[in-house]
């Protein structure tokens, strides 16, 4: 008899060991597309895959192996049996183990770092592993996901069974310093996690002598849009979930697994996909119960005295934050807005927390002109400021004073303020932030608008001096903000298009360049492998970037030509591995990518997965309050 037993389906492939009794692969695919793949990659960690608690001690005596059925029997007269029960289902059946240990497998997450997912919150655990990151335990079921291939449900047929979790790093790949003049948030710190595993043990309150383990792969998990059946976008089905990359320790939602994202630059991203969820899907209900309790820590513990809304006061209670006003005050606010869709209470709560944010933005108005300029000069990058380094999502750039990204982020913050407040009947206190919005409509284009290149400048420095790179996000996020007219938007557009096409950025597959043209040196960190011309985010391809471009080319009337682009990227989405793991090292990640598709990122961003939402309020014209007018 061969040692290997594979089994699988199109939606589920395992092989078993059969001289340890052992699972030792195991592949899926929820969407039943890619055989190939599935059968390729093993999301256990080789050489540990999964066994049953009975069987370390003692190899099988016994076994019976069948087309559909793997079973074994040790020494001790205890037996584990693989059933392939269904299409989708794998069930392990385990007998006279009379063990608390029932079962244990070492997950991998080079390719696929998991979210692992419970209706009731975790319980965090203490351990004595000096390489474990966290130790969890869950209630069951658990709904296990993969980025790129897929979810699992794993149940029990005994309500005493548990699971837990540690989360370890590799011992053999710790400390490694990854960052040149990189020293924020553990760049330059390397945990390895990529190398490392996610280490579950199955237990049981009390000993059982029977129970059975049920592995069920789960279709893929999105939001309903007119044109499900249509083949070309299988990529938004494969990835929607990516973007809720979930960590562990404080059960939010960051970048990835390891960064929280309570006060974070992107919170208000996943506010913007989970109000296109419905409410059939059970993780989608515990999605959105994740990002409530993100929204309301955001409030609770990371707002400053003066409203200000920033991970720099994460759990201290300060007058001002660290840094100077970053998105996560604009986003901690449309993340709240955006909660009062489905849990208006909670909003209501939180409220008081919102105006006293709302209110911080417009203290930003210095020359009251309604343009909000943050307190950092802009002038180059890393220039001393007496209020810390301020950075936006593009914290590559010197971004300062009059900002135009932050400005949108609080344009829109203000905005939805305004519809949740007149909801709520306070329409004296909406009218106080519909006058400013008033004075920043009036003042916006002329502020930012260049005529040197017909485009909207990225920022004006206390200098004065213009900083325009082509930045295709000043022109979109105006577009789809009303803030820039139809006509005038269409014109900006084609501008970034011809040179897009002059710098060879061919059908755009991997994504869209935050800029056109090169920044200057000065503006830039001083890091070749990040700031380089084409890597990035100078002129590199991403993801996020997708939604406000594509989102715009189609309120402007490009339908045909965002076709192409959305359709170019969706298939990469769908035939290429887009989730490069945990901090597999800078500039190896393939969140970013150069135009000839080198990995060019630096971290793994779940933000690159934000373009999807471009197929319902782009493509589909679905409504949402991030297009409005």
């Known amino acids: 008899m061969s040692r290997y037993t594979a ?4 939606f589920l492939s395992y092989t078993i060991d059969n001289e340890k009794g052992k699972i030792a692969f195991f592949g899926i695919e929820s969407g039943g597309r890619d055989r190939d793949k599935h059968a390729s990659y093993n999301l256990m960690l080789p050489s540990y895959g999964g066994m049953a608690g009975a069987f370390k001690k003692s190899a099988p005596v016994g076994s019976e192996i069948t087309e559909e059925r793997a079973c074994f029997v040790n020494a001790q007269r205890s037996s584990v049996a693989y059933n392939l029960a269904d299409l989708r289902t794998l069930k392990i059946e385990l007998n006279g ?6 079962f244990s497998t070492r997950l991998s997450i080079k390719t696929a770092p998991p979210s692992i997912w419970t209706s009731e919150a975790p319980k965090r655990l203490k351990s004595k592993n ?34 837990v979790e540690e989360l370890q790093m590799s011992r053999d790949f710790t400390g490694l310093d990854l960052g040149y003049k990189n020293h924020s948030f553990n760049h330059n710190r390397m945990h390895a996690l990529h190398y490392g595993s996610s280490y579950l043990t199955f237990k049981s309150k009390n000993p059982l002598d029977k129970v059975e383990l049920t592995l069920k792969v789960l279709e893929e998990c999105y939001p309903a849009f007119p044109y499900e059946n249509d083949e070309r976008y299988n990529g938004l089905k494969r990835n929607w979930l990516n973007a809720f990359a979930l960590n562990r320790e404080l059960f939010d939602m960051g970048d990835n697994i390891y960064f929280h994202g309570t006060a974070h630059l992107a919170i208000h991203m996943k506010s913007d996909l989970l109000q296109m969820m419905g409410a059939d899907d059970e993780q989608f209900k515990i999605i959105r119960r994740v990002y409530e309790r993100q929204i309301e820590r955001s409030f609770k513990q990371s707002q400053a005295k003066n409203g200000e809304v920033s991970v720099c006061c994460f759990k201290r209670e300060k007058e001002k934050s660290d840094g100077c006003a970053s998105d996560s005050t604009p986003g901690a ?36 002109d309604g343009i909000f300029e943050v307190p950092y000069p802009g002038d180059y990058m890393g220039q001393p400021s007496e209020n810390g380094h301020y950075c936006n999502w593009w914290d590559n750039f010197a971004f300062g004073h009059k900002d135009i990204y932050f400005n949108y982020l609080c344009h829109r913050a203000l905005r939805e303020l305004c519809e949740l407040l007149e909801r709520l009947n306070k329409h004296n206190v909406a009218q106080k932030y519909r006058s400013q919005l008033e004075k920043f409509d009036k003042s916006f284009f002329d502020a930012f608008y260049n005529p040197e290149t017909g485009l909207m400048a990225g920022w004006i420095s206390k200098n004065g001096e213009v900083h325009d790179y082509g930045f295709t996000f000043a022109v979109s996020m105006g577009i789809n903000e009303g803030l820039i007219p139809k006509d005038i938007g269409k014109k900006m557009i084609k501008i970034l298009l011809s040179k897009m096409k002059k710098e060879g950025y061919g059908d755009l597959h991997f994504g869209i360049p935050g800029n056109v043209m090169p920044v200057a040196q000065k503006d830039t960190i001083d890091w070749p492998c990040m700031s380089d011309w084409g890597r990035y985010e100078n002129g590199g391809l991403n993801g996020m970037n997708g939604f406000h471009f594509l989102t715009s080319m189609y309120k402007v009337g490009l339908e045909k030509e965002a076709d192409e682009i959305l359709f170019a990227i969706l298939n990469t989405y769908e035939k290429d591995m887009t989730h490069s793991g945990l901090m597999p090292g800078y500039c190896q990640s393939v969140d970013w990518r150069t135009k000839e598709g080198v990995s060019c990122g630096y971290n793994y961003l779940s933000d ?15 409504p949402h309050p991030a297009v409005v007018r």
């Open 7 to 10: 089994y699988g389906s199109d």
């Open 130 to 163: 000096p390489l474990t990151i966290f130790k969890t335990r869950y209630t069951l079921p658990l709904l296990v996901h993969f980025p790129d291939f897929g979810r699992v449900e794993i149940s029990a047929s005994s309500d005493d069974v548990y699971c």
């Open 608 to 622: 690159n997965y934000y373009f999807l939402l471009s197929v319902y309020v782009g493509k589909c014209k679905m």
């Open 333 to 368: 606010i449309i993340g709240l807005t955006g909660i009062s869709s489905w849990n208006l209470p909670l909003a209501k709560r939180l409220l008081p927390n919102a105006l006293r944010a709302a209110d911080f933005i417009m203290s930003l108005d210095s020359d009251g």
């Open 97 to 102: 183990i009379n063990e608390n240990d029932i």
